[in-house]
């Protein structure tokens, strides 16, 4: 039964495939020598199917084959950006049928080039077809009736990222060999996708990621096909910030790899955004195993589905194996770049296809849970070894978006009157159910602040108006200025979506990433919704940009004071005014009638102060208030710090964050590489030693990356012009070491303050910087978060987890200068830590030299998980394990010697997201001094 079932299976496969390869091979006529080519740069004829077998022969447009003397995929080698741009070119000037536009330009100042590709009627009518797609995207401007006459003549577009992430490798030449065959070929399905659709590709979506990563392929990696002995695979930096990230950014949109995408997704509102990865064998066509996103339009869930479900069928009827779906992160988080479609009602989507990381052929192992048969992954792959090319990884991703465009030809109209309808749904919804818009006042502490919010808004199309005068509402009165998101609006669902608080199930699967983006959360402010529909006839103004609330400067001196309403900006204005003596109240106090809260700012009387005092408030938005005298009160000076940021080689990525946060505020910092810090003479460098989160355990932060790679320089050369950007080196590997270790240890006992974030915290708490301090078990270090196997996933089941979620917390040292401009009870942002047990005194016992089991000391927790008063602890997102975690120390403020630690059991500085949390980080910053002069604690008592 079994064999006969078999014979069957492998008859039907050989069936089909005949059937296909002889519609491929008519009416195009091979390429002479491809079809050789291809077969020699394939592992197994199972990994290939008869689409990509071979090159349509053109005489007038130039095959990669013959504009890079060899196939797409060969083994050993990789184009970096200007090859491709320079084939996309070619196409394009060869082609009518293909043009290039510029979408961008990367940090570096590297062109993000796009391809569009369609049949000559289609190119001819691209703005055309562009302002069908826009119409159609907005249902108050296209009535049903005109959507349907529009539709006839309209196309969906479907767009491609290729290798966003540098290290993925394949899908440049993957999409740039589907982008000729779809100029040339005249296959009835090829011509069917030119005449229905228009093709966008963006082949090289992080063009600075990839001429790092070609380099670094020829530099270290080309002709090594050893996997066990392979040599770190990837340049410590793709982007100017940030690494792996670079797929976390579509809420905030902070790097230019993302403005580009977006711009185009709202100027030619494509049907699908496809992003294109390496992580799986051979090919898993994500949609996500749930919990789903309910803001997401349910239809998308459908087409998604039905286009995944379409690209297994067709492979797997090919007899290539190892094509899956469902199986893969949920769908309840759209923060990835191709999230841009999934939150304005297109369909965002994406492929892990299995990469080597390398252009080389090499030995991989099938993981025996991923060589099941399952009803998500009917034709599994072979288990165990497998020879795996670059041509194979080609073949799948080339293969299944053609199944995926040839899907999208033939369900056309369809995917087009669903587009219309999610976007009349959105609004409608607006229209028809409470609420009917948020309110967010302008006046919340920090008008800056609030206006950043609403500018995040605004960058995603979010229409926002203002009040032009007061608004009464049945559920409330709002001042004249409050910011209104009115929500009979296409893209309704994705304001609700980032406006209120995400609500992760309990029981659901294990979440990929964070569960929780909701921005007031993140930016520590309210926005109130309102059921009274009367809102919409109230007088508002459109925002047509981020609003920049002015300053004020009220008097003319000589003493100035800023009062502490919490403003993010005082650390930049701390450095803006970096010249002039800045002192900081302790206590609260009275001036010209008003009250001023601790950690408020004086300034006393200073040449050049009044006009620079003008310059910060217009800059950043600050209010200072002027009086005669400097107030009676106590207060610390506040000297603008030398920071240092240490950035290890073997982890830039969140770290990456912390620059981009420091740069964006125009906030000067040394960048310290792990040389840096072996080198010593920290203390007389910098006063504040910043470092922020690492995924990396605490062997690695020290060790870094292994020795036995080394040297592996990371320097600009002729041969590697993009390597030493933002930082050179001439050996990545090594860590700081036990030396470096020393050296941070010696700036802190020398009256240096560090600054440690998230899993950055294991070094002085863990390394035994400071002491009295244990890691308890329950825990789960940020490293193990997302998508891991079965096994670590049920070792997490029973673990702490705050996989990015905003929960509660309460300061304990309300009277420390890092609590100014806060509450008492506040929230923060936290993904998966360590969890770390109050300090406690040694008990000095000779019958156990490592028992530390005297007495707790909660003198230095300035801040503890968890509100005593008793609301619950997940303001939005979820949590696991939460009692373990409540009552544990949030912030730590260790003495040591004569300098201090301040530990993070969070990371404030998150994809700059959690901008409410900065405030924290700022004011340690800012308020060194007086950090440092604290002299109490457990450390202080046992260390010296
Ligand atoms: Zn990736």
């Known amino acids: 039964m079994v064999r006969s079932l078999v014979l069957m299976l492998s008859l039907l496969q050989g069936y089909s495939a005949i059937l296909s390869a002889q519609n491929a091979i008519s009416p195009d006529v091979p390429e002479a020598g491809s079809v050789e080519a291809i077969a020699a740069a394939t592992g197994d004829k199972h990994f290939l199917s008869p689409w990509v077998s071979y090159l349509p022969k053109s005489a007038t447009v130039p095959s990669p084959l013959g504009f890079l003397g060899r196939i797409a995929g060969a083994p050993g080698e990789l184009m970096d950006s200007a090859k491709a741009y320079a084939y996309c070119r070619a196409l394009a000037s060869h082609s009518p049928r293909v043009r290039v536009f510029t979408i961008g330009r990367s940090e570096e100042g590297r062109e993000i080039l796009m391809l569009a590709i369609a049949d000559e009627a289609g190119i001819r009518e691209l703005d055309r077809l562009k302002a069908a797609t826009g119409a159609l995207a907005d249902p108050r401007r296209t009535d049903p009736a005109a959507a349907d006459r529009l539709i006839q003549t309209a196309r969906p577009i479907y767009y491609f990222n290729a290798v966003l992430h540098a290290d993925e490798t394949g899908s440049t030449e993957a999409m740039l060999e589907m982008a000729y065959r779809l100029a040339v070929s005249e296959q009835p399905m090829i011509r069917r996708i030119r005449e229905q659709l228009v093709v966008l590709i963006n ?39 940030t690494f792996v990230d670079i797929n976390r950014d579509t809420h905030q949109q902070t790097h230019e790899t993302t403005k580009a995408v977006h711009r185009m997704f709202h100027e030619w509102h494509p049907t699908v955004v496809h992003d294109l990865h390496e992580g799986e064998p051979m090919l898993m066509t994500w949609n996500g195993t749930g919990p789903y996103n309910p803001n997401i339009d349910p239809i998308t869930y459908t087409e998604f589905l039905e286009l995944s479900f379409h690209e297994v069928q067709t492979l797997t009827a090919m007899g290539m194996p190892g094509v899956s779906t469902w199986n893969f992160g949920e769908a309840f988080a759209h923060l990835y770049l191709d999230s841009v479609a999934m939150n304005h009602n297109s369909v965002g989507r994406g492929y892990e296809t299995w990469g080597n990381g390398s252009a080389e052929t090499m030995r991989r192992e099938v993981p025996p849970s991923d060589a099941t048969m399952e009803w998500y992954r009917p034709l599994p792959p072979p288990s165990g070894e497998v020879l795996w090319s670059a041509r194979d990884n080609l073949n799948y991703q080339e293969t299944a978006a053609l199944a995926a465009l040839d899907l999208s030809a033939t369900n056309a109209k369809s995917m087009l009157h669903n587009f219309y309808k999610k976007g009349w749904d959105s609004w409608q919804k607006g229209l028809n159910e409470a609420p009917y818009a948020f309110l967010i006042p302008d006046r919340q502490g920090d008008p800056t602040r609030v206006a950043q919010m609403v500018g995040r808004l605004l960058a995603q199309y979010i229409e926002v108006s203002r009040a032009g005068g007061d608004l009464k509402l049945k559920d409330g009165d709002y001042p004249a200025g409050t910011y209104v998101v009115r929500l009979d609006q296409p893209y309704r669902n994705y304001a609700v979506d980032l406006l209120t608080p995400q609500r992760y199930p309990k029981d659901g699967s294990e979440p990929y990433d964070d569960v929780s ?13 309102t059921a009274d529909a009367s809102v919409r006839t109230a007088a508002l103004t459109p925002l047509t940009e981020e609003p920049h609330p002015a300053g004020a400067v009220a008097g003319a001196g000589p003493v100035f004071l800023v009062k502490d309403t919490g403003q993010e900006g005082l650390l930049a204005a701390r450095y803006q005014l970096a010249k002039f003596g800045i002192e900081i109240a302790e206590h609260e106090f009275s001036a010209s009638g008003n009250n001023f809260p601790a950690g408020s700012w004086i300034l006393p009387g200073q040449d050049g102060l009044e006009k620079a005092v003008w310059k910060t408030a217009s800059d950043l938005g600050l209010d200072f208030v002027s009086v005669t005298t400097v107030p009676d ?10 920071i240092g940021l240490w950035v290890p080689w073997a982890d830039t990525d969140s770290i990456g964050w912390v620059r981009y946060s420091l740069d964006q505020r125009n906030v000067p910092y040394t960048y310290l590489r792990d040389e840096d810090i072996r080198a010593g003479g920290l203390r007389d460098r910098i006063d504040v030693l910043l470092y922020g989160h690492v ?110 979620a905003h929960v509660r917390v309460s300061f304990d040292r309300l009277d420390s200068p890092i609590a100014y401009g806060y509450p008492a009870r506040t929230h923060v942002f936290r993904q998966n830590f360590p969890l770390y047990d109050i300090p406690r005194h040694w008990l000095r016992m000779a019958y156990c030299t490592t028992c530390l089991d005297g007495p707790e000391d909660r003198t230095n927790v300035i801040m503890e998980w968890g509100d005593r008063d008793g609301p619950p602890f997940v303001v939005s997102g979820q949590a696991w394990g939460e009692g373990r975690l409540i009552g544990r120390p949030a912030i730590l403020d260790m003495p040591v010697g004569r300098g201090h630690v301040v530990t993070f059991n969070f990371n404030p500085i998150h994809r700059d997201l959690n901008r409410g949390d900065q405030r924290l980080v700022w004011n340690t910053i800012i308020n060194w001094q007086a950090i440092l002069a604290a002299k109490t604690g457990v450390s202080a008592a046992q260390g010296h």
């Open 633 to 642: 009160v106590p207060r610390h000076k506040a000297l603008a710090a030398r």
């Open 517 to 529: 983006w909701e921005l007031p959360a993140h930016y520590r402010l309210e926005a109130i919704p």
């Open 695 to 804: 995924d990396l355990e605490l062997a690695e932060q020290i060790q870094g990356l292994p020795k036995a790679w080394g040297p592996m320089p990371f320097k600009a050369t002729p041969e590697t012009p993009s390597f030493g950007k933002p930082a050179e080196s001439d050996d990545i590997t090594g860590g700081i070491g036990w030396e470096g270790l020393a050296q941070i240890q010696h700036f802190v006992e020398d009256g240096g303050l560090l600054v440690t974030l998230g899993s950055g915290s294991m070094l002085p708490l863990e390394g035994g910087m400071v002491r009295g301090v244990r890691r308890s078990s329950g825990g789960v270090p940020r490293s193990t978060q997302g998508g891991g196997a079965d096994a670590a996933a049920a070792a997490q089941q029973a673990a702490t987890r705050t996989p990015g």
């Open 203 to 241: 082949p090289v979506s992080n063009p600075d990621g990839r001429d790092k990563m070609v380099e670094w392929f020829y530099r270290y990696l080309k002709g090594k096909t050893d996997r066990a002995t392979l040599p770190r695979q990837s340049p410590p930096y793709w982007s100017k910030y």
